[in-house]
């Protein structure tokens, strides 16, 4: 019975469809769709990780005077714990998908290294490289939004 008034209620009212982050409304009466992101939820602290990334590596770049981060000797010992803590600071900061801001801080080298000093024939092996240096700041930012929100993952225990 209750299929056959799902069934009714999709050819009378259109197709409603929720979901936790988006949702589509179709009116077949009218033919029209709307897809409607939370894009506040969604896109705005994305795009703000990006944007403190950009600067981040922008200012790195500004204060050493250096057109690649990777190649300056004081890249292991300052720049890079730096950005392993600004992934920490980020993922601790957003509330879902907290592993990503790890990689958005590393991969943000690339696009100023571009405007800095253009492409080069390294370029791959630097998006390589930047690739491998992100998978700390993956583990440190998701384990820094795990933290923060106080969820338990498999890796804690459940006894009392």
Not at 41 to 56: H, R, Y
Not at 100 to 109: C, D, K, W
Request: proline letters at 4%.
């Amino acid at each position: 019975m209750a299929a056959i008034a799902g069934i009714y209620d999709f050819f009378t009212r259109g197709l409603r469809t929720k979901s936790r982050d988006w949702t589509i409304d179709h009116d077949y009466d009218n033919h029209q769709s709307r897809f409607a992101p939370k894009f506040q939820e969604l896109f705005m602290p994305f795009i703000v990780t990006c944007v403190v990334s950009l600067f981040f590596w922008t200012g790195v770049s500004a204060i050493t005077g250096a057109e690649e981060p990777w190649d300056l000797a004081s890249y292991w010992t300052i720049i890079y714990p730096a950005a392993l803590a600004l992934s920490v600071i980020l993922g601790a900061v957003l509330r879902s998908s907290q592993w990503s801001a790890g990689g958005v801080v590393m991969l943000s080298q690339i696009p100023v290294v571009l405007a800095i000093s253009g492409a080069s024939p390294l370029l791959g092996v630097g998006i390589i490289y930047a690739a491998l240096l992100s998978i700390p700041a993956i583990a440190l930012s998701w384990l820094a939004g795990k933290l923060r929100s106080g969820k338990k993952g498999r890796w804690t225990s459940t006894k009392k």
